[in-house]
């Protein structure tokens, strides 16, 4: 009997991952793009529930994710080099889980095969959080989030 091939999150390291399979490997919670404020003394990143203006607050979906660098210079571009050098991404995100050798959970979309079961889980922003748009810069700081994300 053949050797039953094992899924590229658990074969390979981030390093080794193709483009597609590092796409994947994104669960489409968009987490990551809600706004965040850094004290300034400590460093410490707080999250907030305010989406990027850029992000569909119930797909939670980029609305221009092949121009987000330019439509937001603040948003990253993210890297195997840059998931080792921040601090903030959320415990739940895939790209963290598997650098800290967790593996995906399952309700990630690649595993359930079901691209809303992120949703379902209650792990996505869906229904969490405004868009930037109806916030300004100044009222932020109100909408810090306490829990850990
Ligand atoms: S937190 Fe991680 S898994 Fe979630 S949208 Fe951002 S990069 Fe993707
Ligand atoms: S530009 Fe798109 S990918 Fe970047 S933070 Fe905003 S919504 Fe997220």
């Known amino acids: 009997m053949g050797k039953t091939k094992r899924p590229f999150w658990e074969e390979k390291t981030l390093e080794q991952m193709t483009k597609e399979e590092w796409e994947q490997l994104c669960d489409g ?3 990551c793009c809600l706004e965040k404020l850094e004290d300034e003394d400590t460093g410490e990143v707080h999250y907030t529930s305010v989406a990027c203006r850029y992000l569909d607050t119930w797909t939670c979906r980029c609305l221009d994710y092949p ?4 439509n937001m210079p ?9 998931i080792r050098k921040i601090h903030w991404l959320p415990k739940t995100c895939a790209y963290r889980r598997i650098l800290e050798g ?3 959970a399952d309700w990630h979309p690649v595993v ?6 992120v949703h379902h889980a209650g792990i996505s922003v869906r229904n969490k959080v405004i868009s930037a748009n109806h916030v300004t ?3 932020l700081e109100a ?5 850990e994300i």
Do not use: A
Not at 67 to 70: A, G, N, S
Not at 143 to 147: G, K, L, Q
């Open 74 to 82: 603040d948003c990253l571009m993210i890297n195997p080099g840059m």
């Open 143 to 147: 909408y810090i989030i306490d829990t």
């Open 102 to 104: 967790k593996g995906l």
């Open 67 to 70: 121009d987000r660098i330019r």
């Open 137 to 139: 810069q100044d009222d």
């Open 112 to 117: 359930s095969g079901n691209r809303e079961s």
């Open 29 to 31: 919670c968009g987490r």
